[in-house]
């Protein structure tokens, strides 16, 4: 058995922390660097996690130098590269499907596993194909991988089924290589987005419209050395938010970019909860404040994250009164549920819906994390029950939460690591 996390909940979190570089900027930037040829790609405030270490040994695997040390990561792109991925890395990680169009653009040819689904659902990357094939690749589904190749790319336009944030970052990618005016509409919104196309602009391409639905690039032959600050992540500060709300401490997260928590302040305010906003920083004072239930949607950016969506049903669970979540950006985002209702969580599932009626005492359970933010919900709940909370297959929290055990005991949580008998994968 791995190593299992042990809370000791009913302590208020107080305390400042500066928030983590956001992963789901970095990967995708780290990805862009395959797009040079015999340069360099400098990236600062990358966040030392699993996904980040999967993404670097799969850029390694295809022939780039990567050296990473406190937040400065080197990507030293040679004139030639591999262009098969291997199964046991792409398997592990979703984003390794952000090498495609870089490598198709770059080499002519990709070979790239699907990957598998999650707990979050079948996550396929139809949309990833369907705009690779615009631009003139060809795609076979051959053994379970993708095999595509091309005598040349054309730029174009693409119009997305759906904003996808990872089809949108790979037709960015591979459209910045391609020469000529391409155009991504229905595209994704996210501040991650946008970090690529800065990115991709630090390299020597006119990428305009990234943060709005219509993207317009201009790609070329060759793209220069460039150096890029990852944006910090909306996703770590949001958990740690409320996490003071369910334990009513006051916690304030520094370093973030409070534009990118829009969605979920509003929905705080819904609640009763007010917080402290400057520019750059968010203060939350959980203590004098009870919270009402609320109806939410999850929807891509601006609206409200999907991967917030676990942390907030946790803080639901001792609402005053009736919440409504409906998950609308992936089929099956619920697998949480059956561990919140161990702990006490009242919680009924009707379909995409899920009604949560609070409650005021939840108790600690043995209970596991299915994936990265439901497991980092499981900590919300376990820091706010009475009694103690183990929580098991932590491998998922340490692909998206730099220093959590860290941060967690600076803020005065009753939180430690008990090493299983086995090595956890
Ligand atoms: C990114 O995943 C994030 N990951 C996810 O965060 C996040 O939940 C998601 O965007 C939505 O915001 C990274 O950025 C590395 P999508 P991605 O393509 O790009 C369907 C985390 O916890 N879809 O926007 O895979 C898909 O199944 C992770 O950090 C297709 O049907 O998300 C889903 O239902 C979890 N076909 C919806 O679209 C496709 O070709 C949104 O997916 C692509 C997607």
New binding site residues.
Partial sequence: MGDRMLIRGGRPLSGAITAQGA??AA??VMASALLLRGRRLTLERVPDLK?IHTMANLLRHLGAGIEFENGRMTIDVPDDLKWETPAELVRKM??SSLVLGPLVARCGKAVLPLPGGCA??????????RGLARMGAEIDLEQGSVHARTSGLSATRISLD??????T?NMLMTAALTPGESVIENA?R?P?ISNLAQALRAMGTYVEGDGTGTITIRGSRELGSATVRIIPDR?EASTYLLAALMTRGEVTINDINTEYLAALLSKLDDAGVICDVSPYSVTLRGADQNWRGVTLTTS??PGF???VQPQIMAALCMAEGTSVIHES???SRYVHVAEFRRMGGKIDIQGNTVVVIGVSKLIGAEVRAS???AGAALIIMGLAADGQTEIHELKHIWR?YENLMEKMTSLGADIEIEPGSEIDE
């Fill in positions: 992963k789901n990967l995708p996904d979703r984003a979050i659902g079948s996550r396929p990357i139809d949309f990833h194909l759906f904003p996808s944030v990872g089809a970052e994704a996210e991650e996703i891509p950016y994250p999907t991967d950006v992936f089929d994936d990265l933010r998206g």
